[in-house]
């Protein structure tokens, strides 16, 4: 089992910037790859970012490619999420996974945190 909780959501004007944060406890967290999904109200389920489990690679969607960056610190057991030049349209609840493989498909993630509001205004 592999508990995740996130923090660091909130409020920002477009062109702002916030931090994600993402602690994992429990199981060995370098042996998950890590994913942030966000969902916004009344759509689907987003995949946003992933990174390898010691973090040497990472992937992005197409639109938030440039303006978010994905990293981890193994030694903190957390998963970061930095983002900048924030949109109106980035607004949604944020969650992060964990899966044993390396993919952008939500049902393949085990472990889910609870997610953070993310709202950016205009």
């Known amino acids: 089992q592999v508990q995740l909780v996130e923090s660091g959501g909130g409020l920002v004007q477009a062109g702002g910037s916030l931090r994600l944060s993402c602690a994992a406890s429990?199981?060995?967290?370098?042996?998950?790859?890590m994913g942030w999904f966000r969902q916004a109200p009344g759509k689907a389920r987003e995949f946003v970012a992933a990174i390898t489990w010691g973090g040497s690679s990472t992937y992005y969607a197409d639109s938030v490619k440039g303006r978010f960056t994905i990293s981890r610190d193994n030694a903190k057991n957390t998963v970061y999420l930095q983002m900048n030049s924030l949109k109106p349209e980035d607004t949604a609840v944020y969650y992060c996974a964990a899966s044993d493989s390396y993919v952008t498909s939500w049902p393949e993630y085990e472990y889910w945190g609870q997610g953070t509001q993310v709202t950016v205004s205009s």
């Open positions: 429990g199981r060995t967290f370098s042996s998950y790859a």
